[in-house]
Nanobody
């Protein structure tokens, strides 16, 4: 069955960096665009980045220039490199394909705080 397992979150100071991973299984990962989403406490889930099958990324304005999505189709893994982190980046981060499965992974919590 489909599995999406996000990892790499943690507590980081403002200005710091983190690299998130999403291990995908149960579908042909290499055939799909993939999205990174995030959900901050008390807010709706929002789209952060989309990465094409070929590796081209598109980003929400709030993260453009700071976040970079990448993928390794041989490893069925999606990545999100997050630099210059801000407190407003605090959220649970999720991945899913385009269009998204009804199933969602548990996400990984990123906390940006001094």
């Amino acid at each position: 069955q489909v599995q999406l397992v996000e990892s790499g979150g943690g507590l980081v100071q403002p200005g710091g960096s983190l690299r998130l991973s999403c291990a995908a299984s149960g579908f042909t990962f290499s055939l799909y665009e993939m999205n990174w989403y995030r959900q901050a406490p008390g807010k709706e889930r929002e789209l952060v980045a989309t990465i094409s099958v070929g590796g081209r990324g598109n980003y929400a304005d709030a993260v453009k220039g700071r976040f970079t999505a990448s993928r390794d189709n041989a490893k069925n893994t999606l990545y999100l490199q997050m630099n210059s982190l801000k407190p407003e980046d605090t959220a649970v981060y999720f991945c899913n394909k385009v269009p998204p499965f009804r199933y969602w992974g548990k996400g990984t919590l990123v906390t940006v705080s001094s």
